[in-house]
């Protein structure tokens, strides 16, 4: 019986457990859940967006629209913020005028470039003037933008009338736009150029006598936006 006895409480000393040859300290994966780990984020706060808007000719050599481009390649372009988007996009003309462009026809890139054509043949002369609105990716709404051209696709020319004369190197005149180049034809024989002054007039006397007989004078004018336009008269016999 003693030896049963010993041997229970031997039993009984070896599985009782020693808190102190255990290691409770927990690391990584193996805290408990609801055990917070120390940590940093990181983000940013954006409330402005920005935009940008320019409108060129056709070929992009100047600010001037005119019968030397191709009215419907008017170029537009600009940029937004990347990830952003255009609300809308309008070229109008003093009048009021207006073409809207489409979403379709805008070109964006995901650096916030963008591009567009639009055919401006239906607007007045004058100045044309294009609005951008934009947003960007956060919702935030960009300063409306805008920029301007000038549209010119008419230039004028007259030719005074010429009486019948006895001098065959008559001087003839006309008006015109200022600093348009006149050119002054007896049929297909140029007889020289002139230039419109500030005051919009022009004359020109030929260098060559034009001989006896009837004459028919054509003067055709190029306006410094390269547009033309012609007149025409009968002069003295």
Known sequence: ADDAHGFVRLARIVEQIDPLAFD???????RLAGDFLPGTDTFIVDTQATATVDIKDSGSHDDMISTVDVLSATK???????????????????????????A???????????????D?????????????????ALGNTAPEKTDTIQKDTVTTVSLDPIADTNDSTPT????GEAGSTI???????????????????WTLTPS????DGPHTIAVTAVDPNGNVNSAAGTPAT
């Open 172 to 175: 003839f005149s006309g008006t």
């Open 208 to 211: 060559t006598p034009l001989a």
């Open 24 to 30: 409770f300290s927990v690391s990584g994966t193996e």
């Open 76 to 102: 537009l372009a600009g940029t937004i913020d990347a990830g952003g988007s255009i609300t809308s996009l309008t070229v109008s003309d003093a009048a009021g005028h207006s073409i809207i462009v489409p």
């Open 104 to 118: 379709a026809a805008i070109t964006l890139n995901a650096d916030g470039s963008w591009s567009a054509t639009v």
């Open 183 to 201: 050119t002054v034809k007896d049929g297909t024989t140029v007889l020289g150029t002139a230039t419109v002054g500030a005051d919009g007039k």
């Open 120 to 136: 401006v043949s239906g607007l007045n002369d004058g100045t044309l003037t294009t609005t951008l609105n934009a947003q960007d």
